[in-house]
């Protein structure tokens, strides 16, 4: 089946750092992938959706300065938190969709703990 | 905008128990709904789907049917087991859109 990974799993950074996490298709190719975010017992916040060869499109309220969005191939796309503070503390998960239109399906990654100190 | 609503957890049962786990939807048109099942330490996985009216998704002894009379897919099983002790995420995805929203999500634990 389609398999995504991230990397790093999890990350602590001092407060004022910049965190790249990656999020990877496997086995197939995603024109399209997702980034959320996740508090502890809450739901997933969909932040932004990530299209190769173009510039991601936000969702309101997220900084799109500060959590900067590279989808430079179609396996491989990257959120990078800058000047990381502790409220950016939280647990980011990718999806990436297969391309074919009439498809439903996102695939998730496994999901990053960034604490920010 | 589109919005999910989920029974509020946690919820506790024991094993073989009946489960029912309650999600409403609001959305315009003929939106897609799905089930995603997060175990503990691991990223979302889809658990069952629906995407048109009166469709019944079914996976692992887990079903859901796509009300939309009642704007409701709620998930069942006639008998949990331990493994099943997870969160459930309801989510539905607008007609013709990408992007999926979630419900808050239903922390599920199984008792032997």
């Known amino acids: 089946g389609a398999v995504v990974s991230q990397h790093p799993s999890w990350v602590i950074c001092k407060s004022g750092t910049s965190v790249k996490i990656e999020c990877r298709s496997l086995?197939?190719?995603?024109?399209?992938m997702f980034w959320y975010r996740q508090f502890p017992k809450q739901s997933l916040m969909l932040m932004a959706t990530?299209?190769?060869?173009?510039?991601?499109?936000?969702e309101q309220g997220v900084e799109k300065d500060k959590f900067l969005i590279n989808h430079a191939s179609l396996t491989l796309s990257t959120l990078t938190v800058t000047s990381a503070h502790p409220e950016d503390s939280s647990f980011y998960i990718c999806?990436?969709?297969?391309?074919?239109?009439?498809?439903?399906?996102?695939?998730f990654g496994p999901g990053t703990r960034l604490t920010v100190l | 905008g589109d919005s999910v609503t989920q029974m509020e957890g946690p919820v506790t049962l024991s094993e073989e128990a009946f489960l029912t786990i309650n999600c409403t939807y609001t959305?315009?048109?003929?939106?897609?709904l799905f089930w995603y099942v997060q175990y503990p330490g691991e990223g979302l996985q889809l658990l069952l789907k629906?995407?048109?009216?009166?469709d019944k998704g079914s996976n692992k002894g887990f079903e859901a049917t796509y009300r939309k009379e009642t704007t409701s897919f709620h998930l069942e099983k006639g008998s949990v087991q331990v493994s099943d002790s997870a969160v459930y995420f309801c989510?539905?995805?607008?007609?013709?859109?990408?992007?999926?929203?979630f419900g808050q999500g239903t922390r599920l634990t199984i008792n032997p």
């Open positions: 086995d197939f190719q995603a024109t399209t």
């Open positions: 959305a315009t048109g003929y939106p897609s």
């Open positions: 629906a995407t048109k009216a009166d």
């Open positions: 989510a539905l995805k607008g007609q013709g859109a990408q992007k999926l929203v």
């Open positions: 999806s990436a969709l297969p391309p074919g239109q009439g498809n439903n399906e996102q695939f």
């Open positions: 990530s299209n190769e060869g173009s510039k991601a499109t936000y």
